[in-house]
């Protein structure tokens, strides 16, 4: 009986004694007998099948597949790295983020390839299939260490294929900040006493991100300062944050507080702290409810708490002692909506008061001390 398989140069029939038999036939190449029995999607019938293709013994190629326990395709590499210490040193969210992108890799056909056959070429076509540049990024920032990982230490690979792919991503600005009309008709919409006064005062009074502020609560305050550690890179270069409540956010904290046992200011209507999904839809909601945009999203709440400490006159260190910003840069990237009209105005005015003040200085008469 013949068996009709996608594999090129391949023949397959069952013999007398009802064994699946394989041979490969492709001119100037010798026959090849394949696996008995073989599973064509297995890695051992891959790695013979991959080997006859490049004119090569089967014998080193099957050691190669038995000496990693059967895991030379690329789905079972994904699994094993989605299960390791090095994919679970990243923070929830971000393994939440790259897990659906690796399995997305794992095309129809492509999970029960050799990992060791994936090439560059292959990777960049499957970006070309990413809706936005912005997307291709982060499909690719997702694969890159998933790869690292399978050359070293893993060892399942000798070569990186992602190595020199690149993606040019176009600066924007992210996630609009927040004006001050916005939060005045946002708070005008949801008194002190309500839980989404409360998330709006969170974010914005500390600048704080979205993980954080579902994840904060009365154990992180320490006699009026609260005292924590972000939340991202947290496995990899813990930032500690300290700094004091703003008036406002005690209002809000105090006007609504949670149960005694809770963990976190926010909580859901079961009493339980949001997950990140459960937050931003019932944060969309009461954006919606103050008859906001959609482009409101929580994230702008922490830039719009930067673009307020800046029009402050605040110094960038002293922004970044308050957001947590890793560097200088961060903070004027978070910064860059502020009103420059007003702080022109305000370096006028300093200059003037400046040289007012030299003048009056060089005017001073300078009296000689009477001889006694």
Not at 102 to 119: C, E, I, Q, S, Y
Request: proline share 6%.
């Amino acid at each position: 009986m013949q068996i009709e398989l996608k594999l090129r140069y391949i023949q397959g029939w069952t013999d007398a004694l009802g064994r699946r038999r394989f041979r490969f036939r492709r001119k100037g190449f010798p026959g090849v007998e394949l696996p008995v029995n073989g599973d064509p999607a297995s890695p051992e019938f891959q790695a013979a099948y991959h080997a006859a293709m490049r004119g090569e013994r089967q014998d080193h190629a099957l050691a190669m597949v038995a000496a990693r326990g059967g895991s030379g395709t690329v789905k079972d590499a994904i699994e094993r790295y989605l299960n390791s210490t090095a994919f679970r040193t990243y923070s929830p969210s971000t393994q939440g983020l790259r897990r659906p992108i690796l399995k997305t890799f794992l095309r129809p056909g492509v999970g029960n390839l050799p990992l060791a056959k994936m090439d560059g070429r292959y990777i960049e076509r499957w970006l070309e299939t990413a809706p936005t540049m912005g997307v291709k990024r982060t499909w690719l920032l997702a694969l890159k260490p998933f790869m690292q990982w399978a050359v070293k230490p893993m060892g399942l690979i000798e070569i990186d294929p992602t190595t020199g792919i690149k993606v040019k991503v176009e600066a924007t600005g992210g996630h609009e900040t927040w004006t001050d009309e916005q939060i005045a008709q946002f708070r005008a919409r949801h008194p002190i006493g309500s839980k989404a006064r409360l998330a709006l005062e969170l974010l914005l009074g500390v600048a704080l991100r979205r993980g954080d502020g579902i994840s904060l609560g009365r154990q992180h305050v320490k006699d009026g300062w609260l005292v924590y550690t972000q939340e991202k890179n947290r496995k990899h270069k813990p930032v500690k944050v300290e700094t004091p409540l703003p008036a406002a956010l005690v209002a809000a904290i105090a006007a609504c507080p949670s149960s005694p046992e809770s963990l976190t200011f926010l909580v859901n209507e079961w009493g339980r702290p949001f997950s990140r999904k459960r937050f931003n839809t019932w944060f969309r909601k009461q954006v919606a409810a103050a008859g906001l945009p959609d482009s409101c999203v929580p994230h702008g709440l922490r830039k719009g708490g930067c673009r307020i400490m800046a029009e402050s006159e605040c110094s960038a260190h002293e922004i970044k002692s308050v957001s947590g910003h890793r560097t200088l840069k961060e903070v004027e990237r978070y910064t860059s909506a502020v009103n420059n009209k007003n702080l022109a105005a305000a370096a006028h005015k300093k200059v003037a008061q400046a040289q007012a003040k030299a003048e009056a200085a060089s005017n001073v008469v300078v009296l000689p001390i009477a001889n006694r």
